[in-house]
């Protein structure tokens, strides 16, 4: 037992998308969501520059809010600084988003599956990997979801302008026969209600991994005994190293999408 909370961090707003799964699933656990905002997009910074980003962010949900667990409710630091991360911080057990090629290409049909993430998550070991050991025989079409995260960091995600920008991403996708499309960024759920209308009438599934990353912090916690208490009052936090306007949007859009 354990009634420390679970901390979810990502570049901005794209990881509520992880925390509404996790509150979902586990509504006994406190939690503290830490969104940078101040150095959002990452995904098109360097890798060494995201390490210490993720650093700085990890060791604040660690070391001054006591996390038990922590979320790294983001593919693009998952993808450059996880192994650095849970070297560092040994002690604490740390999810990391995985993406979700795996189910897509066990699921298509066509043997076309898009993947929309950011560059630099695109060209990281973990996917290559991924895509390699699951992609056999299957065509994997990758493209950068290129203005999607400012998109929804701007509160634009239900705009004209959205629906433009993911019809250019998508429809090369369509186009191939694609008939799974992964989302590889935790801000691309936001932009579910578009995506559906892009895709409609064309038999495609949206495979967003988020609940998958649910279950593997319930799969954790019992692993490593670290359940709240019956007792527990869970509580919810938000942090940012953006300025207080921008930590109250991120608890807006959190209780916007309970
Ligand atoms: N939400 C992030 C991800 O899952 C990062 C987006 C960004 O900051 O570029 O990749």
Redesign the pocket.
Known sequence: MNDSPIGVY???L??LTVWLEIRRLLPAESLVYLGDGKN????SRPGEEIRVLADEAVGRLVHDEGCKLVVVA????TAAAIDSLRAKYAGVPIVG?EPAVKPACLATRSRVVGVL??ER?LDGELFRHTAARYGEGIEVLTVPGRGF?ELVESDRESTPEAETCVRAAVEPMLERGADQIVLG???YPFLLPVLKRVVAGHGVTIVDPSPAVARRVEQLLDENGLRASRMHRPTFEFRTFADEAYRRRLERKALESL
């Open positions: 990502d570049s901005g794209g990881g959002c997009p990452y995904g983001c593919n693009t630091a988003m993430a950011t998550s995260v960024c935790t801000h």
